[in-house]
């Protein structure tokens, strides 16, 4: 089954229904509908062949749902750009999937410039005015007859290219198996059942992450879809206040930022806030419970592995901040379908409660990494995927995530997670994010660096950290920032908080 062939009904009895409020206006799921599948056919009519790869740069906005659904009917691969990426990601990315076509948003029109000229105008299309062919007059003339193509399971659906914090990106190939294992284990493990045709599900973030996953959950059970072209928490309680949002998802990052509005409301109309993309210290969590809403879901995935893999569900908040609290810094347990290992260095099971890396088996692991990574990397073995994070299982399955294994701290001879050290930090009074790092060091071999944005002097996160960790755990250095360097997808990008702190080094 492919999604194409799932998704070709999707104006049956919801004909007049709100699909899509956005930044280009409102749709109704048949008006959604008619425009996907003329799409699909008009992209075909580039000459373009199943699988091709299209590269597609946009932001929030309608059209970004309309070309992930048509290029999927159309059996054509995404390769989505997202629009913080720097210009020489696209080209690298572009090169390597081996893109012949592309679809992008005229105000990207000039940073734009060097992709489009490998295509030529016959085979870009442009949303707006610019060089290329008209995205709408492409819908327009092409023909709103079906399309089913009834692809393989296995036909790819999309590259996704990894954020990089470990070095050059990555394509992870998508397969349609894979976007529908995750659709299911979103709609039953995450948001705990379909979604009803008045359930509203607000797009804060962007859909090239975490959003997107919300998108097939949505729109095969009738639900409306509400879409901001960039992340504002003032345009988020807007949205839940007024526009009827009663599901989101969100980065750690940006449920601190909403914390962090004076005056702020309790969104009663929210009944499920999701979180992923990186660990949430117990304290927001806290927070977040109390201030925004008791529907808190955490989910954990990761590229290669297409969320949910494991899933922190609001009873487990509930009993976390009851009598549990060590549960809330857990990732939860494992959803249907996925299997989950604990392993050490030799590919053995840890007993439980010790640390090892986590492997993931399931249908919604990758097919593999593409080009030159798919020759040189071998993450997938014997249908496991290697994830390269670190975690420990208890008794009844759940996880918890203690780290990437390339972020672990070796220091005078210990290694150190520091997630453990960042949700001390989290703790003291006036912090709002905090981030660890090691970075080289003559006589410790690495030596721990913490930063933290908020109102809290060093001083007393310092005592803070004294009174909680051991001693080879203590930072060796504390800092206040203003605010941390975001990778694209909207986590705190250590790679470029440890470059920067060793640029500071003296020469030796």
């Not at 999604?3 to 048949?30: E, F, N």
């Not at 994830?387 to 420990?392: A, E, I, P, W």
């Not at 203690?402 to 453990?420: A, F, L, S």
């Amino acid at each position: 089954m492919d999604v194409g062939s799932v998704i070709a009904g999707l104006t049956q009895g919801l004909g007049r229904h709100l699909a899509v409020d956005g930044p280009q206006g409102s749709q109704t799921y048949a008006e959604l509908g008619d425009r996907v599948m003329r799409l699909a056919r008009g992209l075909l009519s580039l000459g373009l062949e199943p699988g091709a790869r299209v590269l597609d740069l946009q932001t929030n906005q309608n059209t970004y749902l309309e070309t992930d659904l048509a290029l999927a009917i159309a059996g054509l691969t995404r390769v989505a750009l997202n629009h913080r990426l720097r210009r020489q990601d696209w080209a690298a990315i572009a090169d390597d999937s081996g893109a012949s076509a592309m679809i992008y948003d005229a105000r990207f029109a000039e940073p734009a410039d060097d992709l489009r000229s490998g295509f030529g105008e016959h085979r870009t299309v442009v949303i707006g005015d610019g060089p290329g062919r008209r995205y709408e007059r492409l819908i327009n003339d092409a023909s709103p007859e079906p399309l089913l193509l009834d692809l393989p399971s296995h036909a790819l659906i999309s590259l996704n290219y990894t954020s990089g914090t470990t070095g050059r990106p990555k394509g992870v190939r998508r397969t349609h198996a894979n976007r529908l294992s995750s659709a299911l284990g979103m709609t039953f493990d995450v948001l705990g059942g379909a979604p009803a045709p008045e359930d509203v599900y607000l797009h804060a973030g962007p859909i090239t992450h975490t959003s997107g996953l919300f998108t097939l959950p949505f729109l095969l059970r009738g639900g409306t879809q509400v879409i901001l072209p960039s992340y504002d928490p003032e345009a988020v309680v807007d949205a839940v206040l007024h526009r009827g949002v009663t599901h989101t998802a969100l980065v750690p990052t940006m449920i601190a930022r909403l914390l962090a509005l004076p005056d702020l409301p309790r969104l009663k109309n929210l009944r499920m806030l999701g979180y992923a993309g990186a660990p949430m210290p117990p304290e927001q969590i806290r927070q977040a419970y109390l201030r925004l809403t008791d529907g808190l879901v955490q989910y954990y995935g990761l590229v290669e592995a297409m969320p949910p893999v494991t899933v922190l569900s609001a009873a487990d908040h509930a009993l976390g901040l009851l009598d549990q609290p060590d549960l809330l810094t857990s990732a939860g347990r494992p959803c249907h379908g996925v299997d989950l290992r604990v392993v050490d260095s030799d590919g053995d099971e840890v007993p439980i409660g010790q640390v090892g890396e986590v492997l993931v088996r399931g249908e919604n692991v990758m097919a593999g990494y593409w080009g030159a990574a798919g020759d040189s990397i071998k993450a997938v073995r014997n249908g496991w995927l290697h994830t390269g994070d670190l975690g420990r299982q208890d008794e009844h399955g759940r996880l918890w995530l203690v780290d990437r294994k390339g972020d672990m701290i070796i220091t005078g001879g210990y290694n150190v997670y520091p997630r453990e050290i960042e949700d001390v930090i989290a703790e003291a009074s006036g912090v709002r994010e905090a981030a660890v790092v090691g970075v080289a060091d003559p006589d410790w071999g690495q030596r721990i660096v913490a930063l933290y944005t908020g109102d809290a002097r060093e001083e007393s996160v310092a005592d803070h950290c004294r009174a909680r960790l051991a001693g080879y755990k203590k930072p060796k250095e504390i800092r206040r920032v203003d605010r941390f360097p975001l990778n694209s997808t909207g986590k705190i990008a250590k790679n470029v908080l440890r470059a920067q702190l060793e640029s500071e080094r003296p020469d030796e």
